[in-house]
Nanobody
Framework: QVQLVESGGGLVQPGGSLRLSCAASGFTFSRHAMRWYRQAPGKERELVAG????????TYADSMKGRITISRDNAKNTVYLQMNSLKPEDTAVYYC?????????WGQGTQVTVSS
């Protein structure tokens, strides 16, 4: 079955950086686009970044553009999200997502807290 396991979240001060990872299994990773979403308390889940199956195309939320980079390693079945210049409003649970077999699959999420 499809499994997405996020890691790399934590507590960071404003202006700091984090690198999130999502290890995927149960599907042909190199044939699927991957996405990162986030959900802050009391808010809807929102798309943060997406990357095409071979990594040639990326998309970013306007709120984080210029501060984040999504990448993938198809040999390791892993997608990454490098986040720099973090702000308190970036505090959220970050989720990895893949759409496969007409279904949205999600990881369990990793908490990112930006606070001094």
């Amino acid at each position: 079955q499809v499994q997405l396991v996020e890691s790399g979240g934590g507590l960071v001060q404003p202006g700091g950086s984090l690198r999130l990872s999502c290890a995927a299994s149960g599907f042909t990773f190199s044939r699927h686009a991957m996405r990162w979403y986030r959900q802050a308390p009391g808010k809807e889940r929102e798309l943060v970044a997406g990357i095409s199956s071979v990594g040639g195309s990326t998309t970013y939320a306007d709120s984080m553009k210029g501060r984040i980079t999504i990448s993938r390693d198809n040999a390791k079945n892993t997608v990454y999200l490098q986040m720099n210049s973090l702000k308190p409003e970036d505090t959220a649970v970050y989720y990895c997502n893949v759409f496969a077999w007409n279904y949205d699959y999600w990881g369990q999420g990793t908490q990112v807290t930006v606070s001094s």
